[in-house]
């Protein structure tokens, strides 16, 4: 009677998922990874200070289309500035907008109005999008 019962209840059941839901695991599913770069940069002397800018960009070298950096931790953002320890590097984390699939090779590129702006050539896309680089 219990096999009898199961079987029963197996064919009467049916899964419907809402469209809501549906749409939320579509877009779950097509949402990019980020890529994030460790950087670590060393000061020529002591009170030596960096920054970070918000026009710093990935730039996909055969489109030249741009990526948005998210977010950055360790350093400031200017136009403040982040003191360089003496003898060793600062080391910070820069967060970009993902890259497409087919991006097989990026420059870093900080867009300023002055001189010194970060710039990291030709790197190549590796299958984790995390990257160390000094600068």
């Known amino acids: 009677y219990l096999h009898i019962m199961s079987v029963l209840f197996e064919e009467d059941l049916k899964v419907e998922i809402c469209r809501e839901l549906k749409n939320e695991l ?14 670590s940069i060393y000061g020529m002397d002591a009170g030596d200070a960096a920054r970070i800018w918000k026009s710093t960009y990935l730039i996909d070298k055969e489109t030249g289309k741009t990526y948005n950096l998210l977010f950055a931790d360790g350093i400031s953002f200017a ?12 080391e910070f984390t820069l967060i970009f907008k993902g890259l497409p699939k087919s991006c097989k090779l990026f420059d870093l590129v900080e867009i300023i109005p002055e001189e010194g702006g970060f710039e990291v050539l030709n790197v190549n896309r590796n299958s984790t999008d995390v990257y160390y680089v000094t600068i």
Not at 26 to 39: A, F, P
Not at 79 to 90: A, E, G, R, S, V
Request: aromatic share 8%; with cysteine; net charge neutral.
């Open 26 to 39: 579509l877009l779950l599913k097509n949402e990019e990874q980020q890529v994030i770069i460790h950087c």
């Open 79 to 90: 136009p403040q500035w982040t003191l360089i320890p003496f003898n060793k590097p600062l």
